[in-house]
């Protein structure tokens, strides 16, 4: 069982809005530190770096791509939906605990 | 532009230890405030985080593995590596190396991956 909770799936159809919530705790996505990341993966590629420090893009990222937090929650908006963003998409968050989790991750399909 | 690239068994006998290798090219592991990580991801299960190393050889382990990791730096190899000590089937899976940028808890450079199966 994942630290971090999201959704198994998510769906959308070319050029629409998606977004992804990332449920977590104070302890993590909610504490005072702005550690939040996401992945973008493709299965049998690495995964890729898409958002640092809850809102601020990897370098070479699609302004399509944001990142937000509200309370516990984490989210990751994929606007402007493409073929190509079908994947999975991961969540990270430090933990007062001083160590990462992970989310479960979520399966985007673009319809 | 910096690489980094998995390499070890891909078979492991259950209660053996799983050693696994990082080889960074395009920069030393020793220079800037990097942390060499190690995450896995199960089949069919989400990414866990493992642990690091620090540029200075500082260690941090994710505390569910914690008695069972080791993970060393190689300087003369540019490497990191990754000892995981009695390993079961529920070790079996894709090793990823990474590199978390500054101690921010992000991971901007991964290695392709390495399937590990755990099994006699």
């Known amino acids: 069982q994942s630290a971090l909770t999201q959704p198994a799936s998510v769906s959308g159809s070319p050029g629409q809005t998606v977004t992804i919530p990332c449920t977590g705790t104070r302890s993590d996505i909610g504490g005072s530190y702005d550690y939040v990341s996401w992945y973008q993966h493709h299965p049998g590629r690495p995964p890729k770096f898409l958002i640092y420090?809850?809102?601020s893009r990897a370098s070479g990222v699609s302004d399509r791509f944001s990142g937000s937090r509200s309370g516990n929650t984490a989210s990751l908006t994929i606007s402007g939906l493409q073929a190509e963003d079908e994947a999975f998409y991961y969540c990270a968050s430090y933990t007062t605990n001083f160590h990462v989790a992970f989310g479960g991750g979520t399966k985007l399909t673009v319809l | 532009q910096v690489l980094l690239q998995e390499s070890g068994p891909g078979l492991v006998k259950p209660s053996e230890t799983l050693s696994l290798t990082c080889t960074v090219s395009?920069?030393?592991?020793?220079?800037?405030?990097?942390?060499w990580t190690w995450i896995r991801q199960a089949p069919g299960k989400g990414l866990e985080w493992i642990g690091y190393?620090?540029?200075?050889?500082?260690?941090n382990y994710n505390p569910s593995l914690k008695s069972r990791v080791t993970i060393s730096l190689d300087t003369s190899k540019n490497q990191h590596s990754l000892k995981l000590t009695s390993v079961t089937a529920a070790d079996t899976a894709v090793y990823y190396c990474?590199?978390?940028?500054?101690?921010?808890?992000?991971?901007?450079?991964w290695g392709q991956g390495t399937l590990v199966t755990v099994s006699s």
């Open positions: 190393i620090d540029y200075s050889g500082e260690t």
């Open positions: 990474a590199r978390d940028d500054s101690g921010d808890w992000y991971f901007d450079y």
């Open positions: 395009g920069g030393s592991v020793t220079s800037g405030t990097y942390y």
């Open positions: 420090d809850v809102t």
